[in-house]
């Protein structure tokens, strides 16, 4: 009898990570995400890493404190002051920003990916936290017995209503919401669910493999984020686009006709079945 068992790809380990919502792993799905970049990685030792600093954490006695805001207060003098999480403005679009071992060897990151790993933490110290899918930065929220705090997670930083109004004007602007009839502030306050958070990390590397025209990594990408959000067929689209820019024009014309099939007639329908001719010439 043969019992040999077939390591899975990082693929498939990321697919079983965010099959379910319920009991959702954020920090381990976060680690897998970083596999698109190291392959190799380990993402356990992720997880080892984020449990030595939580050790380190607990040795304060105001981690264990009955007061939710005092716990706060620990976790954020820990994780800023004491071990220098913080933003990485000279490179903000460095791919290691979004790859959680680099982050926690480098201790810089962007918004998304530290707030990953400090909503790992507020969790072990109950503190009612969540990420907030914030329009163009990434926050966090807490509830203690004075109110919600809305956290930067680049530095711990708190933000008033007035500060957040303001930096949603840029956004409000650009889509010609500034009037009366404005979203209130409170619905982009939302908390982000763990597939959201893990939407907005496959986003952010996305953008930057795009950037960098770097192709089977955007590809990866967007296997991922298929197998994430498996309804939003703008990203089997964007696959397509992909596999047309690396040369695998079968498989372009496969995710372009399928994104045809299931949107019916979408803005850019014109465009992609330009684009379809152009493939099939070749």
Known sequence: MDFRFSIPTPLEHFESLVSSDDGFPLL???????CIEYPQLDTQQVLHEVDKLLGQLMESRDASSRSALTRL????????????????????????NSCLNAVLHRRRGIPVSLAVIWLELATALQLPAHGICFPGHFLLKVSVAEGQIVLDPLSGQSFSSNMLAEMLEPMQKAFHRVDEDDVPLGLYLQAA???DIIARMLSNLKEVYRSDKNWAKLIEVQNRLLVLLPSEWTELRDRGLAYAELGVHDRA??????YLNQTGNPEDAAYIRAALLDLQRM
């Open 28 to 34: 381990e799905a976060a680690a897998a995400v970083a």
């Open 73 to 96: 207060k620990a976790l954020n003098h820990r994780f800023y002051a004491d071990w220098g999480f913080q933003g990485n403005p000279n490179d903000f679009y460095a791919l290691d």
């Open 193 to 195: 669910t763990p597939r």
């Open 253 to 258: 014309r496969e995710d372009l006709q399928t």
